[in-house]
Nanobody, 119 residues
């Protein structure tokens, strides 16, 4: 059974940093491209970035490019999202998932990690 468990969310001030983790199980993690998504209150869930199965390359939505970084640890089935220079508009619930070449997510969503950026 596939499980995706996000953690590391919290409250952070504008300009601050936060790192989210995603623990994946139930599938051959190292064989899949992985992605981070977020759902801003009142909006649909959106893709914000992804990472190839090997760890290179990564791609990002324009709204976070240059501020966010994605890494992965294939030995431990872990995915990470390093978020820097956070803005109030980054406030959202963040999710991880596998992503196929067509851009579709593959697995049932986890609970996500709440990130709140506020002074």
């Amino acid at each position: 059974q596939v499980q995706l468990v996000e953690s590391g969310g919290g409250l952070v001030r504008p300009g601050g940093s936060l790192t989210l983790s995603c623990e994946a199980s139930g599938f051959l993690f190292r064989q899949y491209n992985m992605a981070w998504y977020r759902r801003i209150p009142g909006q649909k869930r959106e893709w914000i970035g992804d990472i190839a199965s090997s760890g290179i390359p990564t791609n990002f939505h324009d709204s976070v490019n240059g501020r966010f970084m994605i890494t992965r640890d294939n030995a431990n089935n872990m995915l990470y999202l390093q978020m820097n220079n956070l803005k109030p508009e980054d406030t959202a619930v963040y999710y991880c998932n596998a992503r196929n070449p067509q851009g579709s997510f593959l697995w049932t969503w986890g609970r996500g990690a709440q990130v709140t950026v506020s002074s």
